[in-house]
């Protein structure tokens, strides 16, 4: 019954390879987001869909592509792996304008 | 551009204190303010919602203010508990739908 889950909760691989996280929320939520969480901690918004509409692509490389099949799912796919982009990935959901949103409990990736 | 500050960055109290967690932000066109809050190694737990037209909102010994037009919001918890340790996050939800958060507050409390 777990409302936003992303898979996997931890990722490790080499410079250079292509990964994919994936999202799922089950709370008929309309908006889903992607968040980096960099080394200090601080959360940054990557990318928000609106019933699979890209509405916010932030200053992300093009190496990161997010994909919604449905409104219910949000994948995360990047290419050519860089020591750089080790964080923590977070997806979250809300209902857009006034709603809160809840957040999974985040991908540990690891570049190395 | 909206920034959102959170002071102090840390704080240590003993159990037992009552304590306030502070949040500012610097566009008042906001739509909601949420506070979470992240254990280490761990999510975001959502602690409270308060809509751009409500001034507060609590939650067992957690309350939490806001005050649009000074661009404010405070989390006080009441009677801390070595159990309430954690990084507390304010983040404000602006015009595009996106949450813009904080830097968070680190907060020990020594039993």
């Known amino acids: 019954d777990t409302a936003v889950s992303q898979t996997p909760k931890y990722l490790v691989t080499q410079m250079g390879n292509d990964k994919s996280i994936k999202c799922e929320q089950n709370?008929?939520?309309?908006?889903m987001y992607w968040y980096k969480q960099d080394s200090k901690k601080f959360l940054k918004i990557m990318f928000s869909?609106?019933?699979?509409?890209?509405?916010i692509n932030e200053t992300v490389p093009n190496r990161f592509s997010p994909k919604s099949p449905d409104k219910a799912h949000l994948n995360l796919h990047i290419n050519s792996l860089e020591l750089g982009d080790s964080a923590v990935y977070f997806c979250?959901?809300?209902?857009?304008?006034?709603?809160?949103?809840?957040f999974g409990s985040g991908t540990r990736l690891t570049v190395v | 551009k909206q920034e959102v500050t959170q002071i102090p960055a840390a704080l240590s109290v003993p159990e037992g204190e009552n304590l306030v967690l502070n949040c500012s932000f610097t566009?008042?066109?906001?739509?909601?303010l949420q506070w979470f809050r992240q254990d280490p190694g761990k999510g975001l737990t959502s602690l409270l919602l308060?809509?751009?037209?409500?001034r507060e909102q609590t939650s067992g010994r957690l309350n939490a203010s806001l005050d649009k037009s000074s661009g404010r919001s405070t989390l006080y918890i009441a009677a801390s508990q070595p159990g309430d340790s954690a990084t507390y996050l304010c983040?404000?939800?602006?015009?595009?739908?996106?949450?813009?958060f904080g830097k968070g507050t680190k907060l020990s409390v020594k039993p």
């Open positions: 979250a959901s809300s209902q857009r304008q006034t709603g809160g949103y809840t």
């Open positions: 709370l008929g939520h309309d908006t």
């Open positions: 869909y609106n019933n699979k509409e890209l509405i």
């Open positions: 566009d008042s066109a906001i739509y909601n």
């Open positions: 308060i809509q751009s037209s409500q």
């Open positions: 983040a404000v939800k602006g015009s595009q739908g996106n949450l813009i």
